[in-house]
């Protein structure tokens, strides 16, 4: 004897593969891939992503304008064998310049500006 046909309620409540439709989106077996950070392709995209390093500054003019801005907080000094850092403290980032010439170094100590705090380290 065959198999006896489906009556149409049956089709109706279970669907046609016989069992209940679930409504909730079928489950995949690996966990969800995490986002990606957007790719940064043009030189605008990346100057305005925002970034989590401290900044360094290349010229001495630039970091004495740095030094002077309203935010500069504290100027610490770290001597190194090869090298004299300045780092300014400001409120959203932390500013570095290194000089390789010690007389330079001395030069700049003493033209920041008198308002900031000074800490030799």
């Not at 630039?62 to 090298?83: E, N």
Request: aromatic share 8%; with cysteine; proline share 12%.
């Amino acid at each position: 004897m065959g198999r006896r046909p489906r009556s149409y309620w049956a089709v109706w409540i279970n669907g046609p593969e016989g069992r209940f439709p679930s409504r909730s989106p079928p489950r995949s077996s690996s966990p969800p891939a995490p986002p990606q950070p957007p790719q940064l392709n043009s030189l605008r995209q990346r100057a305005a992503a925002p970034s989590t390093m401290p900044k360094q500054i290349h010229e001495i003019k630039d970091f004495l304008l740095t030094a002077r801005r309203k935010d500069a907080r504290s100027v610490r000094i770290k001597r190194t064998k090869d090298a004299v850092k300045f780092k300014v403290r400001c409120s959203k980032y932390l500013y570095t310049l290194c000089v390789f010439d010690a007389d330079k170094a001395n030069k700049l100590k003493q033209s920041l500006p008198p308002g900031l705090t000074v800490q030799e380290v």
